[in-house]
């Protein structure tokens, strides 16, 4: 699209349409703006407009980018608090999502890993396992 000058309106429009489509937390809503050049002084007021009217809910975020983490990417606890905090979000946020992972298919999870894994070196299994966020006691206990 050709960036005509649009009202602020039109912005906000975009920005809504934009998180209507799947989840986005604040930081992916700025960095959205900031690759459509929307004006910068604009940028804060769209957040709390979208905000207003929960379009942006970091709540809501946390969960769903948790359960999405853990059902389809098979990532450990340690991995999505670290990505979240990068997100800015709050912690209580982050603890509440964090808490509510089936336990049974975060195990699941780990023995799927540890036996795809199972031809490498037991040093190689537990860095990739820890690299995918699991801690040592859960990969220990998994073993």
Partial sequence: MANRELSKAEWL???????????????D??????????PLDLHDEIE???????????????????????????????????????LQLPETDIHNALSMIDENK??????????QRQTDTEDKRFRFLLQRGFTFDEIKKCK
């Fill in 13 to 27: 429009d975009k920005a809504e349409a934009y998180c209507a489509k799947s989840e986005h937390c604040a930081a």
């Fill in 29 to 38: 809503v700025k960095r959205k703006l900031f690759e459509w050049q929307a």
């Fill in 48 to 86: 709390q407009k979208l905000r207003e009217n929960n379009f942006i809910n970091d709540s809501r975020f946390c969960c769903a980018y948790v359960h999405d983490k853990v059902e389809y990417q098979a990532w450990g606890r340690l991995k999505i608090q670290a990505a979240l905090r990068a």
């Fill in 106 to 115: 975060y195990r699941e999870n780990l023995k799927s890993l540890i036996r």
